[in-house]
Nanobody, 117 residues
Framework: QVQLVESGGGLVQAGGSLGLSCVASGSTFGFVIMGWYRQVPGKERDLVATITTIGTPNYADSVNGRFTISRDNAKNTVYLQMNTPKPEDTAVYYC???????????WGQGTQVTVSS
């Protein structure tokens, strides 16, 4: 059973920085895609960034140039470094993984990020 454990959310001032991490476990052959999505009340869950096994990132336009995604394959951990966050980045951030075998998708429980102006 795949489990995702997120950490690092909280309150940050606009223009500051905050880091998120997510440790994944339970998949023998690892995760082909790892990443982050976010959601605000009343809206759909949106892509923030994903990263492939070989480190190819994909960013939402709204965060490109400010956020950096990375992963440690040996630790099955994905990171999101949020630099110069804006109040509109306030959301619940969800860790996302897709398994290498069967392409199954899993979500973390979510961690709140609040950016104060």
């Amino acid at each position: 059973q795949v489990q995702l454990v997120e950490s690092g959310g909280g309150l940050v001032q606009a223009g500051g920085s905050l880091g998120l991490s997510c440790v994944a476990s339970g998949s023998t052959f690892g995760f082909v895609i790892m990443g982050w999505y976010r959601q605000v009340p009343g809206k759909e869950r949106d892509l923030v960034a994903t990263i492939t096994t070989i480190g190819t990132p994909n960013y939402a336009d709204s965060v490109n140039g400010r956020f950096t995604i990375s992963r440690d394959n040996a630790k099955n951990t994905v990171y999101l470094q949020m630099n110069t966050p804006k109040p509109e980045d306030t959301a619940v951030y969800y860790c996302y993984v897709r398994t290498r075998i069967f392409d199954r998708e899993y979500w973390g429980q979510g961690t709140q990020v609040t950016v104060s102006s």
